[in-house]
């Protein structure tokens, strides 16, 4: 179960860091974050987070075979 969960939360942060980090730069509209540099900055540390917690996602759930 602990495996899924990382998974889960691993894919949200990936999808999310990625979503501030186009707002960041301008390329989506329609948000107060739109062009604000801190959000280019904080998208793309939160993916590696996400990218993280993927692998050790996987890393558990292929130890429970």
């Known amino acids: 179960?602990?495996?899924w969960f990382r998974l889960t939360l691993g894919l949200l942060a990936v999808v999310?860091?990625?979503?501030w980090t186009v707002q960041g730069l301008g390329y989506?509209?329609?948000s107060?974050?739109?062009g604000q540099r801190i959000w280019a900055?904080?998208?793309p540390v939160v993916v590696l987070?996400?990218?993280v917690m993927l692998y050790?996602?996987?890393?558990?759930r292929g130890r429970r075979g």
């Open 1 to 3: 179960m602990r495996g």
């Open 28 to 30: 989506a509209s329609g």
């Open 49 to 51: 987070i996400g990218l």
């Open 32 to 34: 107060l974050m739109t």
């Open 16 to 19: 999310l860091g990625a979503l």
């Open 56 to 60: 050790y996602g996987l890393r558990a």
């Open 41 to 43: 900055a904080v998208g």
